[in-house]
């Protein structure tokens, strides 16, 4: 099972930026969810192994980008023009390859806040 470690998370304000990083323990797609307190968790974006092929939820597309470095086996999430609908507590986790399915499990995540 492809163990992952969140990091990144913080609090920013209304506009600005954050980078989350997700390191994975063996290469696969991975996918960042996100969940605010007492909500479902949502998809936000997904990569496939070789980083040739992303998917993003419509609430995040324009502002967000996945990407990855498989040299340091690690996944990121640039996060631009944060609102406050955006805080939520940030989760990656191992995706099937066409990247519609989630396996595995979670990490502990990452806290996300934006300040208004």
């Known amino acids: 099972q492809v163990q992952l470690e969140e990091s990144g998370g913080g609090l920013v304000q209304a506009g600005g930026s954050l980078r989350l990083s997700c390191k994975y323990s063996?290469?696969?797609?991975v996918g960042w969810f996100r969940q605010a307190a007492g909500q479902e968790r949502e998809f936000v974006s997904a990569?496939?192994?070789?980083?040739?092929?992303?998917r993003y939820s419509d609430s995040v597309k324009g502002r967000f980008t996945i990407s990855r470095d498989n040299a340091r086996n690690t996944i990121y999430l640039q996060m631009n023009s944060l609102r406050p609908e955006d805080t939520d507590v940030y989760y990656c986790?191992?995706?099937?390859?066409?990247?519609?399915?989630?396996?595995?499990?979670w990490g502990h995540g990452a806290q996300v806040t934006i300040a208004s």
């Open positions: 986790s191992q995706m099937g390859a066409t990247l519609n399915f989630r396996l595995g499990s």
């Open positions: 990569i496939n192994s070789n980083g040739g092929s992303t």
């Open positions: 063996e290469e696969s797609a």
